[in-house]
């Protein structure tokens, strides 16, 4: 059984970091990073397959976000600059156990969450 577990994530002022961790048990083929802010559909943020150096992103985190894996430590990273207010929303961790040809940014491609972890950022 695989798990992902969310580190805590927390408050920001806007153009300042915040870092989410996952923490994955288990093999996975690919990680991804999602977020939901309220009233809103759930979306894509950033992915990252495990083994390569492989990565995507969403549009709104091109240039701010970056995804990365130490596969040593079991993690997925992900590294938030220049918060914007926008970007506040819960933010979930989302593993494919094995390929599939889903699109990465479609929750239904993913086989595993964890239990999501909430960011606030403030003007």
């Known amino acids: 059984l695989v798990r992902l577990v969310e580190s805590e994530g927390g408050s920001a002022q806007a153009g300042r970091s915040l870092t989410l961790t996952c923490t994955v048990s288990g093999n996975i083929y690919s990680a991804a990073w999602f977020r939901q802010a309220p009233g809103k559909e759930r979306e894509g943020v950033a992915t990252c397959y495990r083994g390569f150096t492989l990565t995507y992103y969403a549009d709104f985190a091109k240039g701010r976000f970056t995804i990365s894996q130490d596969n040593a430590k079991r993690t997925v990273t992900l590294q938030m600059d220049n918060l914007r207010p926008e970007d506040t929303a819960m933010y979930y961790c989302?593993?494919?156990?094995?390929?599939?040809?889903?699109?990465?940014?479609?929750?239904?491609?993913?086989?595993?969450w964890g239990q999501g972890t909430q960011v606030t950022v403030s003007s």
């Open positions: 989302a593993a494919r156990l094995s390929y599939n040809p889903g699109n990465w940014t479609k929750t239904a491609t993913y086989d595993t």
